[in-house]
């Protein structure tokens, strides 16, 4: 199949199309897995080349993914065209809010502020969008914030951010942490 030929794209038809993430996501550091897949770059079919079907290995077969709360309805992710005529790619963010300040989640916004990370986000569907990929993974940028005794939500505002060269649904298995 030419996959730079276009193909037809309808509407939702019936289908839902429910907006949103789910509360929470996955995380892993880029530096722990021995191979990270792919999206095959001809397909048979349309849209096979934005799926990402084969599984991430990682290093330690003990390791695997980091499951994230993130409060219901706090969370986003977009994705916009940056570049040039000729060089364009997609500039991807993500924004969440995790709440608390326990010591773990204390550790864990020290330590991601300098990785470079996957990240999978699942949409109110359940379908896995992948942002982050070898070379190009989404750094995450924590704020807290103590909120008042009157208002607000005390914990991080989680910020991401990374380039790609698309949105890809990951499709793979996902192995959590124990």
Request: no cysteine; net charge negative; hydrophobic share 40%.
């Amino acid at each position: 199949m030419n996959t730079y030929a276009l193909t037809h794209q309808v509407g939702p038809q019936g289908d839902d199309n429910t907006p949103g993430l789910l509360g929470y996501v996955y995380v892993a550091r880029e530096d722990a897995f021995s191979t990270i897949a792919k999206a095959p770059k001809v397909g048979v079919n349309p849209g096979d080349t934005a799926v990402i079907v084969a599984d991430h290995t990682f290093k330690d077969p003990t390791d695997g993914w980091a499951k994230v709360y993130i409060t219901l309805d706090s969370n986003m992710l977009k994705a916009a065209i940056v570049g040039e005529r000729d060089g364009r790619g997609l500039k991807i963010n993500f924004e969440g809010f995790h709440p608390g300040n326990k010591a773990t989640t204390l550790e864990f916004a020290r330590i991601v502020k300098n990785l470079g990370l996957l990240m999978l986000v699942p949409d109110a569907d359940g379908t896995y969008l992948q942002v982050g990929q070898e070379g190009l993974p989404v750094e995450l940028a924590p704020d807290y914030d103590s909120a008042k005794l009157s208002s607000g939500r005390r914990g991080f505002t989680v910020k991401g951010e990374a380039y790609a060269t698309g949105l890809y649904i990951y499709a793979g298995d996902i192995k959590v942490k124990p």
